[in-house]
């Protein structure tokens, strides 16, 4: 099985990264930011509640979403493997995702990093906000908080995967291709 985590700040363009090498290497595609938004639109008590946090880009709780983590995988275990993408996001998130992966006997591949300077990042949020329509992409301040959050909570995650030798970083700037064909050279070199 081939277990792929995509990690980088908002606007790193994980997503679009996500679903590409997903296509191309047949693997699921696991972004919590989507599961949440669909909780969201289906308006869910857990949607209800996640928007208030999300809106504001402050994180779920651990429990929330190691939670729908945990219900995907056991859902998918036939499958080639997982992107995981938008998680996780806090070392409690990393503990419990070694531990459902050590579970089904299925490690962590490779982590892949991708690195956006934060001028780019906030260039290509207002435009994303401007489309989609999502209210966290909409506001300067906010945008600011989810990079405080990732600064604090996620990027020390780089170090986390760095010791267990699974850590790859990569420049997040330049066409969307281009990218594509850089984290598509890593993942085949762990085939
Ligand atoms: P994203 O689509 O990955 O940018 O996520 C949008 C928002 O969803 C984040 O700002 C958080 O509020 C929430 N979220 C997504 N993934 C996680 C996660 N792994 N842990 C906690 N909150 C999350």
Redesign the pocket.
Known sequence: MLNLLLFGP?GAGK?TQAIKIAEKFGLMHI????L??AEVAAGTPLGIS?KQ??DK????S?EI?IGMIDSKIEKNLSGKGFIFD?????LP?AEALDKLLSDYEMPITITLALEVDEEELYKRISLRGKISGRV?DQDRNTFLK?MDVYNKETSPLKEYYKKTGVLVTLNGIGEIDEIFNSLSKEITAKL
């Open positions: 908002p997503g972004s919590t930011g989507d949440l938004r996640a946090l999300m880009g402050i994180l779920v651990d979403v938008g998680f996780p996001r806090t998130q966290d989810r």
